[in-house]
């Protein structure tokens, strides 16, 4: 059975490989092992970046010399301010070492390489747009080379934190979230990511280039109860579907009428979320449909780029297996 094309869209280049993360928490040569091996799979397409802190990019380096990069696409994640090291020393360190390893990297052929920065707000919410202006002049005073910038901000938070405008900094800033962990505690209830994906599809809509992604807890494709945790955890399949309908939605709101969408646009998206069957989704060659919704191929693209880019996963097999299992792949 081949893929449908209408899943390929909606999921290519979708999964940032965290292997060095919870619960995997492989050793890097390990991880940079398992991320080849992913690459050369037949479903390398979902594959998008490997996730690996700043303070590990020195040995990623050696490793990626020796065996080169199979994608070229990279997810730094920054590191924690603590009382040896101020959030601005943080920053400045992160900006150095993303700099020395693109350098290193760029010395040798292969793909071209996409550098994607990862580091939570320190501070208060309103704190964001300063502290996204002083990352912007850290990456250019050390002349790092960085594609995206990502700011984690809690769930209930994701919407609301003001962000540097398209064009304003030489880097294009987005907001990560967390969609579980490993406690029950890390885990949104359905109702709050529903709310967060309406916020984020509205925002979306409304400016160019707005982007985001998820991480942990998204380790299946369909939503499942984890008794080893003790929580239900949401569907990576789910998250996607509904970030794409949610905002294909907003958009199709005139401006004046986008305010008051957020409770249609949340209860759509609750509603996706709390799919538990495959067969509930129709993937077709040219569109995806759901209870009378459909999208075009054209419309799944656009939910991507800009709008939800990837979700970070500590195993690459899970969420294979998952989509096998469904006969999706």
Not at 39 to 68: I, M, N, T
Not at 171 to 183: I, Q, S
Not at 209 to 238: E, Q, V, Y
Request: hydrophobic letters at 45%; proline letters at 7%; one cysteine or more.
């Amino acid at each position: 059975m081949g893929i449908a094309v209408s899943l390929r869209t909606l999921l290519q280049s979708s999964l940032d490989y965290a292997g060095l993360f919870p619960p995997a928490r492989l050793a890097l040569d390990d991880a940079w092992r398992e991320y080849q091996r992913a690459a050369a799979s037949p479903q390398r397409w979902l594959l998008r970046g490997f996730v690996c802190p700043a303070a590990g990019l020195e040995q990623l380096a050696e490793l990626a010399q020796r065996e080169p990069p199979p994608l070229g696409r990279f997810a730094v994640i920054g590191r924690a301010a603590s009382p040896a090291i101020s959030a601005d020393q943080a920053l400045a360190r992160d900006a150095a070492d993303i700099a020395r390893f693109y350098r290193q990297l760029a010395q040798r052929p292969g793909p071209p390489l996409e550098i994607a920065y990862e580091t939570r707000l320190p501070g208060e919410l309103g704190q964001a747009r300063p502290f996204c202006q002083q990352i912007a002049r850290h990456l250019r005073e050390h002349d790092a080379v960085c594609q995206h910038v990502f700011l984690e901000l809690a769930l209930s938070q994701a919407a609301q934190a003001a962000l540097p405008s398209p064009g304003e900094t030489p880097v294009n800033f987005g907001l990560k979230f967390r969609t579980g962990g490993l406690d029950a505690a890390a885990f949104p209830d359905r109702g709050l990511l529903a709310e967060a994906l309406a916020a984020l599809a509205l925002r979306a809509a409304g400016t160019p280039g707005f982007c985001w992604k998820a991480t942990a807890g998204l380790h299946h494709a369909l939503p499942r109860r984890d008794d080893s945790i003790g929580a239900a955890m949401h569907g990576f399949l789910n998250v996607f579907v509904a970030a794409a309908l949610t905002l294909d939605l907003a958009r199709g709101l005139a401006e004046p009428q986008r305010g008051g969408g957020l409770p249609a646009l949340a209860a759509l998206a609750q509603e996706v979320l709390a799919i538990d069957a495959g067969h509930a989704l129709h993937w077709g060659e040219n569109e995806l449909a759901w209870k009378g919704r459909r999208l075009s191929l054209g419309q799944l693209a656009a939910g991507r780029q800009p709008g939800l880019v990837s979700f970070g996963s500590c195993s690459f097999a899970e969420p294979v297996a998952d989509l096998q299992a469904l006969s999706l792949l």
